[in-house]
């Protein structure tokens, strides 16, 4: 029986990477995902299978509640709120990681074991409250500012010490539960210290590395519990946030350490004073140019989903296409609030996939548009990232709109954008700024073109 | 006979390389469903879960599996479907 149980999570490490495979393309993404959930499906079938279960309320208990409440989340969450969910997710897991580490302390562990029960609960219980802290500055029921004051790497330095001593004396004496209790409450403390440096813009950084890390912490508990699935499937989700981590990153073109240690996005705001003016539009200009126009590229950023305007956008465009022209969507990475969600939000309207270009794909392009048009977008624009020095972010690849024929900037007001940095774009020759809600102002263009 | 340590490490090590090969394959456009896909997937805890909350012993351990299973069973269900009800959405341009 406890061969067919290993053969049967083989199977499961088989089906789980095979639907990873599938994900590689948007066409059969979805199958790739059901794959995946089969493999999950016979994983814990199989783990039920087991003979040292004697009793299955408290199983049943356990997933009864877990499953209403995940299948609940699952169906209401808004599009927009998915980075929020994902933290939350993210903590999740890492807390069941922690618990599953230390219920699986026995008397009598080896060393080994212990050193692993060590770091399931340490990585578990460091991802399950900085996702919490992650997941209030994202929903902003917590200031989404960094947090920082005097002495702060010295407190932090004292906590990881305080880890690692209790950790080492956990080892030694596995008897004594206060040292293993203590690191539980460090881990948990380090977490909260971790994440609350860390300013609203860097977030999709940390999402993609508390998704990591709840993955390394499965990989953990795997081996304080010596079972193999744990370890093949945890360490593919370790994998994954690593690589969107480094994604994140290059986009912002941040290294790692800069990210969480330096506060950045704490509203430093740089003064560097641009030449020009200011050029607003009217709807009714625009809508000459748009029309006009036979090679439209839209930059969405964030602001086009506070504003609730992909149903617009999404309206202007068949507008557009229908009056001849070819429209096209540059997506940077790090427009929405965590990798790729800005894909989401514009496939939510209908958008095809397939009009959606990677930055990479529409910078070369970007001479041949006749109107870029930038929807709440700042800093992924901003041509200062290539011109400006001086400026904080100066080397981030951006969206080269600027060499667009014509610009329009749709914006509220000259307020500048979620970094804090003045952008150069505005005042540019060829740049129109269209101010006002741009739900609006979309709203106009299209009733232009109705009429 | 490979001790067990030695075997586990085995695994880890295969799993993560074979992770950055499948991951690094996948397009921008999807990594908000690959991260809710991977919620999922590390929901994967719940099945050693199962065995610490199946004792019978009614006694922490016993207590904290039980826990354990229902945070890990949020990430599986709420993982899964969420991540379907995204992927569902993305569609190609017709004609």
């Not at chain 1, 495979?21 to 995946?36: E, F």
């Not at chain 1, 933290?87 to 599953?100: K, P, R």
């Not at chain 2, 354990?68 to 341009?93: E, W």
């Amino acid at each position: 029986m406890q061969t067919l149980i290993q053969f049967a999570f083989v199977l499961s490490a088989a089906l789980f990477i095979f639907g990873l495979k599938q994900l590689g393309s948007p066409a059969t993404a979805r199958r790739g995902n059901l794959i995946s959930a089969i493999g999950m499906l016979i994983a814990i079938v199989a783990a039920l299978m087991d003979q040292g279960i004697v009793d299955y309320r408290f199983i049943l208990a356990g997933f009864v509640v877990g499953g209403v409440i995940g299948a609940l989340a699952a169906r209401m969450v808004a599009m927009t709120s998915m980075p929020e969910m994902v933290a939350l997710f993210n903590g999740f897991g890492g807390m069941a990681s922690l618990l599953v580490g230390m219920a699986a302390l026995t008397p009598n562990a080896a060393t080994f074991t212990l050193v692993t029960i060590v770091l399931s609960i340490l990585i578990g219980g460091l991802t399950f409250t900085g996702s919490l802290i992650a997941y209030g500055k994202l929903s902003e029921r917590i200031g989404s500012g960094a947090v920082m004051f005097v002495g702060q790497q010295f407190v932090n330095s004292l906590i990881v010490l305080g880890i690692l001593g209790s950790a080492v004396m956990f080892c030694l004496q596995p008897d004594q539960a206060h040292w293993l209790y203590l690191v539980v409450g460090l881990s948990l403390v380090f977490g909260i210290m971790a994440v609350i440096p860390i300013g609203g813009a860097d977030m999709p950084v940390v999402i993609s590395l508390l998704n990591s890390y709840s993955g390394l912490a499965a990989c953990a508990a795997g081996f304080a519990v010596d079972n193999n699935i744990l370890i093949v499937a945890g360490s593919l989700v370790g994998a994954s946030g690593i690589i969107l981590t480094q994604i994140m990153c290059k986009a912002m073109n941040r290294s790692l350490a800069n990210v969480l240690f330096s506060g950045f996005g704490s509203g430093k705001v740089e003064t560097t004073e641009v030449e020009g003016e200011i050029k607003p539009i009217s709807v009714d200009d625009a809508y000459y140019v748009l029309e006009a126009a036979t090679n439209v590229a839209i930059i969405p950023g964030y602001g086009m989903a506070v504003a609730q305007a992909q149903h617009v956008v999404k309206e202007l465009t068949e507008l557009l296409e229908e009056n001849g022209a070819e429209v096209n969507f540059g997506i940077h990475p790090v427009a929405g609030r965590m990798p790729g969600h800005m894909n989401v939000l514009l496939a939510e309207a209908d958008v095809p996939y397939d009009q959606l270009l990677e930055m990479d794909d529409i910078n070369p392009r970007m001479e041949n548009v006749d109107v870029a048009i930038v929807i709440g977008a700042n800093d992924v624009v901003n041509p200062a990232a290539r011109e400006v020095e001086s400026s904080p972010i100066y080397g981030m690849p951006v969206i080269n709109v600027d060499s667009a024929r014509t610009v329009f900037v749709l914006k509220r007001s000259m307020a500048s954008g979620f970094a804090g940095i003045e952008n150069p774009l505005f005042y540019k020759d060829n740049t129109r700024m269209l101010f006002g809600d741009a739900k609006e102002s979309i709203g106009g263009l299209i009733r232009e073109f109705g009429s | 006979m490979i001790p067990a340590e030695v075997f586990l490490t085995f695994i880890l090590m295969l799993s993560i390389f074979l992770g950055f090969e499948l991951i690094n394959k996948v397009p921008a456009t999807l990594h908000t469903p690959l991260m809710s896909g991977a919620n999922a997937i590390s929901g994967i805890t719940v099945v050693g879960a199962v065995s610490l909350a199946g004792t019978g012993q009614q006694d922490l351990a016993n207590w904290l599996g039980a826990a354990a299973v229902a945070l890990a069973s949020i990430n599986v269900v709420g993982g899964y479907l969420v991540t379907d009800r995204m992927l569902a959405m993305f569609k190609k341009k017709e004609g």
